[in-house]
């Protein structure tokens, strides 16, 4: 996949982006509600050496003291002086758990000790870190080493008393509302990433493009409501799907550049992806451009060209093919630029006999000395062989596969299937793709009504 694959997939999935991170926003939200709040004080106390009696004592007494920060937010933790807290403010708990509640730290090169204290009870957090620090101070009294006047060498002075906290420290409402969207976001981009990488389905040309180097000759967006689309170009023929209809003939015109493919025959790979309404547009196209073209419809297990052209389809190709009528008498013209249409005609029980017959030789070469471009819209060739009895017949095969209905492993089968018969595929045509509002002045916008006269529609084969 390239970047703009991924950028593709994300553009297609945003709402479910979105959708997470809010949900995830809202997740960190309550997880937030459900946690109690936490208070925080902070009492400061500084590690004082008893007054020297020279600069050197004085220099001497400060590296003591230096020596022993450390030490003594060790002992602010201790039994020694939680003890003593726990009586004096009457808690019930121990001094290990207690000292779950204290930190102790000393900022670099200080002899300067912050005792903070966290609790549920904003006044009991408080009261416990200037508790902690007078009770520090006692029993750094007792601890320290007596001077030649039998006082302490070192004594704790509290320089910030605690104060009661307003708002809580826990939990952190913002903090947790970001990291939910953030969560949801990404899990949003994973799933959209994932659907991409994983999807089984062909969704544009470029998943194509990634499973074989079959030429794509380009796609057809999905017609609107339920309009056929041989009906949509005869109703507006300067609009973005005649025009898309035309680039690919263009393309065909250039996979066949010696000009010896006259005879093609389309197909797919199962029903449902739109090969005879894309067999019926480029015979128009074609038709339009001012070639003589015959399309016959050699799908003689379902037929659907006389449904689209709203032509009379019992006398057609089997019809000829057992020598009742002759090809002029069973042909029909269709619209303006008298395309030349051969119906199936009645459906016999073995098309497979028929297909393989040498009438069907016989008629193939006279309608290829007659016409500049023979058109057999046939079966899907992962449902019957029929395309693959056609095919030693024909010049070059056109498939059909349409946008989020053909899997990726059945377009190479699809491909697969042909090349034992050694006929070249021409290309590629993808149906059925999503539309996107064209802003171009060059488009007509397609009618909406269905003009007078046009069939409704059906299912495409």
């Known amino acids: ?42 009492s400061t106390v500084i590690v004082i050496p008893a007054r020297g009696d020279n600069t050197n004592e004085l220099v001497q007494g400060s590296n003591y003291v230096a020596n022993l920060v ?77 001077n030649a006047e039998e006082q302490s060498a070192v004594r704790i002075e509290t320089i910030s008393p605690a104060k009661l906290s307003q708002f809580p420290v826990s939990p952190n409402v913002r903090l947790l509302t970001i990291a939910g969207a953030i969560a949801g976001l990404v ?27 079959t030429p ?24 973005s799907a005649a025009e ?23 197909t797919s790979g199962t029903s449902g992806e739109g090969k005879s309404s894309i067999g019926v547009s480029i015979a128009q196209i074609m038709a339009e451009q001012g070639a003589k073209v015959l399309l016959v419809d050699a799908d003689l297990r379902r037929a659907s060209v006389a449904t689209y052209t ?10 000829v093919l057992l020598g009742d009528v002759s090809i002029a008498d069973a042909v029909q013209i269709w619209g303006n630029d008298g395309l030349h249409i051969l119906t199936s005609g009645v459906l016999p029980p073995n098309p497979g006999q028929l297909l393989t017959s040498d009438h069907l030789v016989e008629f193939i070469e006279t309608v290829r000395a007659s016409y500049d471009y023979v058109i057999f819209d046939s079966a899907p060739v992962l449902a019957v062989s029929d395309p693959l009895l056609l095919a030693p017949v024909v010049d ?3 498939l059909v596969a349409r946008s989020r209905v053909t899997k990726r492993d059945m377009i190479l089968r699809t491909i697969t299937a042909f090349e034992t018969t050694r006929v070249p595929i021409l290309g590629i045509v993808l149906n059925g793709v999503k539309r996107v509002k064209n802003t171009s002045p060059y488009y007509r916008a397609e009618e909406k009504k269905r003009p007078f ?5 059906t299912s495409s084969t």
């Open 70 to 146: 450390q030490t003594y937010a060790v002992v602010a933790t201790s039994p020694t002086v939680l003890n003593p807290v726990i009586e004096d403010l009457g808690l019930n708990t121990s001094a290990s758990s207690l000292a779950g509640t204290i930190t102790v730290e000393s900022p670099l090169n200080t002899v300067v000790l912050n005792i903070a204290v966290v609790s549920r009870d904003p006044a009991l957090a408080r009261d416990v870190a200037d508790a902690v620090a007078s009770e520090l101070a006692s029993a750094v009294q007792g601890l320290s080493p007596q």
């Open 396 to 398: 070059g095969i056109v």
């Open 1 to 42: 996949m390239t970047l703009r694959d991924y950028l593709v997939s994300l553009k297609k999935h945003w709402v479910v982006v979105v959708a997470l991170a809010l949900l995830g926003a809202i997740a960190g939200y309550g997880y937030s509600q459900l946690q109690p709040e936490i208070f925080r004080s902070e």
């Open 216 to 239: 794509i000759l380009g796609d057809v967006s999905q017609t609107p409501g339920s309009r056929p689309l041989p009906a949509l170009i005869r109703a507006d023929p300067t609009g």
């Open 310 to 319: 709203q032509l009379e389809g019992s006398v057609g190709l089997t019809t």
């Open 187 to 213: 899990a949003g981009v994973v799933f959209a990433l994932l659907r991409r990488l994983l999807a089984t389905r062909l969704t544009n040309a470029g998943d194509i493009t990634a499973l074989t180097d």
């Open 244 to 266: 898309s209809l035309r680039s690919i003939v263009a393309n065909l015109r250039f996979a066949d550049v010696d000009g010896k493919s006259k005879v093609l025959l389309i």
């Open 453 to 457: 006269g046009l069939p409704p529609a």
